[in-house]
């Protein structure tokens, strides 16, 4: 497609339960970045992948979190044991190969997760 | 410290004021920067790269002073439209590690 896909768009679930979260890059884009972004606050990074280099993971909150990619394709982000506090719009971005200074970041609609 | 700071806001203007807004960045490593704009419920959207030598787009104009580690934004003859979340970015070059202030809001009022 032409932008950053995201799915599911919305998902309610019950606490203690497992969601998965899909980001489709745009075509070409060697990085991805996932962030969280709670209801009237920032963006939260959780992780970073470039290309078939070791992924930045610093921003991941707890072992709870994981998250994949295959290549420079498609990425999960997976949340075990989902807690309240995980409900927030979890967004996902992707970059074209670095050629110059003004390379930027453009993100999905993002996956709004309730747990209840 | 916060890699990326900026004023807390919210600014509260009526239209056709002009306002800025103001950020720092701690990490020299930072190379690139930018300026998304977001609405609410929305996700982040590109709004101005910002270039050494400043640069301006329309009612918008960015500037970048590396020696203080400083990077603005104008906004000239404010619209309605222009209520949003404004947040600075700043990119790593070697890395591409790119990191987001906490926004800062702007409500332009009637």
């Known amino acids: 497609g032409a932008g950053v896909s995201q799915s599911p768009s919305n998902k309610v679930t019950e606490k203690g339960k497992d969601v998965e979260l899909r980001c489709d890059p745009i075509?070409?884009?060697?990085?991805l970045y996932w962030y969280r972004q709670r209801l009237g606050q920032g963006l939260e990074f959780l992780i970073y992948f470039q290309g078939n280099s070791a992924p930045d993971k610093s921003g991941l909150p707890s072992d709870r979190f994981s998250a994949e990619r295959t290549g420079e394709s498609v990425s999960t982000l997976t949340i075990q044991r989902t807690q309240q506090e995980d409900s927030a719009v979890y967004l996902c971005?992707?970059?074209?190969?670095?050629?110059?200074?003004?390379?930027?970041?453009?993100f999905g609609e993002g996956s709004w997760l309730t747990v209840v | 410290r916060k890699e990326v700071e900026q004023d807390p806001g919210p600014f509260n203007v009526p239209e056709g004021a002009t306002v800025a807004f103001n950020c720092t960045y701690s990490n020299s490593a930072s190379q690139s920067f930018f300026w998304y704009r977001q609405d609410c419920r929305k996700e982040p959207k590109l709004l101005m790269s910002?270039?050494?030598s400043g640069n301006e787009d329309g009612r918008f104009t960015a500037q970048l002073n590396r020696a203080s580690q400083y990077i603005s934004l104008l906004i000239r003859d404010s619209k309605l439209s222009d209520s949003a979340t404004y947040l600075c970015?700043?990119?790593?070059?070697?890395?591409?590690?790119?990191?987001f202030g906490p926004g800062t809001s702007l409500s332009v009022i009637p």
């Open positions: 910002v270039y050494s």
């Open positions: 970015v700043g990119r790593e070059t070697s890395y591409d590690k790119v990191i």
């Open positions: 075509s070409g884009h060697t990085a």
């Open positions: 971005a992707s970059s074209p190969r670095r050629t110059g200074l003004g390379n930027t970041i453009y």
